[in-house]
């Protein structure tokens, strides 16, 4: 579906987009992003479209991109303003976005009139995915050697039926309906570690992030912690952003679909007597920090920088905890003597 909007002006054109705009930016945090070349691939997009708030789009070179579908903490939802907007205090990632070249807005425009053209993406829903992957070929290894073609996608994306992700307090909170499926027996199944399990695995998504290298790594990770429900893990092994999001087909504590047909190959051949979940959220063998966003942009103090914001040197995790507790131990003896000062004023 061709737009018949008469062409803006240059004066037009060069007024900021932002205006009017329902500040999708704000709404999608950018998570993951892989290309699609396994069997494995795309059932991991597969599971992740189980998780509430969890979005997934795919685009024409089979690139799939996954988010995290929450109002940034510092939106107004009410006017889509940033509260942090001329504070000084914006991330520099939301400072110098340029909004004439807006993924979200391309993106989003073209998924709400049903166009796919160029690189446009591919929003997918849990029940679009099935008709999605049956567009896929497979060869004895597993590997991807069918793709679907522009003509398939055009049809998936007409067939598409709801319009592209929209955070809103509603989708905060709102589950996805889950399928009404007999959940194995306890009896059924065997003993595992997951028996005395928090279900930690079903109720947060983790992603790896690479060794931070500059002032601008930390600062997408300050932007990032912006949104509820993300923190960031600490060790000297990796970093990883933890993402608060329950699974669909989470039961008192057992999947519902177990044994089912349907429960994505990650969640059936994940060993539990392995499990990394432990290390991050029960009993970690190593020094381990979790931290939200005033935590680490305190913690951004700590690394030293060269002139080009290279980081050059950085503490290691016992370091880093003892650093915070000094931070705070120092805001805590300067607070009382800020409020007798005010009051004497």
Not at 70 to 99: E, F, M, R, V, W
Not at 121 to 146: H, S
Not at 306 to 312: E, F, K, V
Request: charged share 15%; with cysteine; net charge negative.
């Amino acid at each position: 579906m061709e737009s018949h909007t008469a062409p803006l002006s240059f004066a037009e054109a060069i007024h900021s987009p932002c205006t009017g705009c329902s500040a999708p930016c704000c709404t999608l945090l950018q998570i993951r992003q892989f290309s699609l070349e396994s069997l494995m691939d795309l059932d991991a997009l597969r599971y992740y479209l189980n998780f509430e708030r969890i979005a997934v789009s795919v685009d024409q070179s089979m690139c799939a991109t996954v988010f995290y579908n929450t109002p940034c903490s510092h939106l107004d939802q009410a006017t889509a303003h940033c509260d942090l907007h001329a504070s000084g205090n914006k991330p520099d990632i939301c400072s110098h976005y340029n909004p004439y070249q807006c993924f979200y807005a391309k993106s989003l425009d073209d998924r709400q009139q049903g166009k796919v053209s160029g690189n446009s993406e591919i929003w997918l829903t849990a029940a679009q995915f099935e008709r999605f992957v049956t567009y896929f070929g497979f060869d004895t290894q597993r590997m991807i050697v069918q793709w679907p073609s522009a003509d398939h996608l055009a049809e998936l994306a007409s067939w598409q039926t709801v319009t592209a992700p929209a955070a809103s307090r509603k989708t905060m909170h709102a589950a996805s309906p889950a399928k009404s499926v007999p959940i194995v027996p306890l009896n059924q199944q065997k003993p595992t570690r997951c028996d005395d399990c928090s279900a930690h695995c079903c109720t947060s998504l983790v992603f790896p992030i690479e060794r931070n290298q500059s002032l601008a790594d930390l600062d997408f990770l300050r932007y990032a912690l912006g949104f509820p429900g993300v923190s960031l893990c600490i060790n000297d092994q990796e970093w990883s952003l933890l993402i608060a999001s329950r699974c669909q087909h989470l039961h008192e504590q057992r999947c519902r679909i177990f044994g089912q047909e349907q429960r994505p190959l990650l969640c059936q051949l994940y060993n539990a007597n392995t499990c990394s979940y432990h290390q991050l959220f029960d009993t970690p063998p190593f020094p381990q920090l979790h931290v939200q966003q005033a935590e680490f942009e305190q913690l951004m103090d700590s690394f030293d920088y060269d002139q080009y914001g290279q980081i050059i040197a950085a503490l290691p995790t016992a370091a880093m905890q003892e650093y915070l507790k000094q931070r705070t131990a120092m805001r805590s003896s300067v607070a009382p003597i800020a409020s007798a000062e005010a009051a004497l004023t």
